[in-house]
């Protein structure tokens, strides 16, 4: 079992930058893959970014690609996810997910684990 804690979340105007970070802990940790979902309120759970195990591949939802950066430091068992250019859009819960495959955050689940999320607010 995977446990995830997410912070950095926080109230931003659009065009600004914010970095979450989520710390992972479980003795498997470093098998995962891990990333980021969203949910917005009245909109379903969407995919953000996501990580492999070992950093070396990463993937990202079309309306985020070359805004928001993903990164993992496996030695401190933490992801992060730089999120620049922020749009109002964006705003929302973010959730930190850890799953067996790339594909399976990518497509939302089935997921190992997930946690409480940390929300970020974008102001016009």
């Known amino acids: 079992q995977v446990r995830l804690v997410e912070s950095g979340g926080g109230t931003v105007q659009a065009g600004d930058s914010l970095t979450l970070s989520c710390q992972a802990s479980g003795p498997t940790v470093g098998s995962y893959a891990l990333g980021w979902l969203r949910q917005a309120p009245g909109k379903e759970r969407e995919f953000v970014a996501v990580i492999n195990y070992n950093g070396g591949s990463t993937e990202y939802a079309d309306s985020v690609k070359g805004r928001f950066t993903i990164s993992r430091d496996n030695a401190e068992n933490t992801i992060y996810l730089k999120m620049n250019s922020l749009k109002t859009e964006d705003a929302g819960v973010y959730i930190c997910?850890?799953?067996?495959?790339?594909?399976?955050?990518?497509?939302?689940?089935?997921?190992?684990?997930w946690g409480l999320g940390t929300q970020v607010i974008v102001s016009s």
């Open positions: 997910a850890a799953g067996a495959q790339v594909r399976l955050v990518r497509a939302g689940g089935p997921l190992s684990s």
